[in-house]
């Protein structure tokens, strides 16, 4: 079993990588939230904007927070890893209920306003990556 000592170091523009992409993972999240305020009405649950917290979950939950999750082993390399394991799950686990409200709530408007289910390529491929996400995140974590 390999020891922390013998680790190889992080490279030296790690910390301006991970800020980079911090940085463009809350710009993702703060204009999907502007262009769903601005331009699409904002969000509610229960209303006609429904179906406006489907993109913002899913940015949140399948870009940003998967995103950080997959970013704990490089960040937090010297921590212990009983720690980074728990805030890598934790991660993961926040990504997967936050994209399950974005699914619940698309499929919930549909079902309140009598529209079909799963009839574009988009709906079909956005199942596919959501079930996926979810066999990957289990296998990986046996």
């Not at 463009?24 to 262009?35: D, F, P």
């Not at 870009?63 to 991660?91: C, I, M, P, S």
Request: hydrophobic share 50%; aromatic share 14%.
């Amino acid at each position: 079993m390999e020891s922390r000592a013998s680790a190889a170091p992080a490279p030296r523009a790690l910390p301006y990588y991970v800020a980079f992409s911090q940085l463009l993972g809350l710009t993702v999240v703060a204009t999907t939230g502007a262009w769903l305020g601005l331009y699409r009405g904002g969000i509610a649950w229960e209303s006609a904007l429904q179906f406006n917290v489907h993109p913002l979950c899913m940015v949140i939950g399948l870009v940003f927070l998967q995103g950080d999750a997959l970013l704990v082993y490089r960040v937090f390399r010297n921590e212990a890893k009983r720690t980074t394991k728990v805030l890598h799950g934790l991660l993961h686990v926040f990504a997967f209920i936050i994209a399950l409200v974005g699914l619940v709530a698309v499929f919930d408007y549909h079902r309140k306003n009598g529209y079909a289910d799963l009839y574009s390529l988009h709906s079909w491929c956005g199942i596919l990556v959501f079930v996926l996400y979810f066999v990957q995140d289990q296998v990986q974590h046996v």
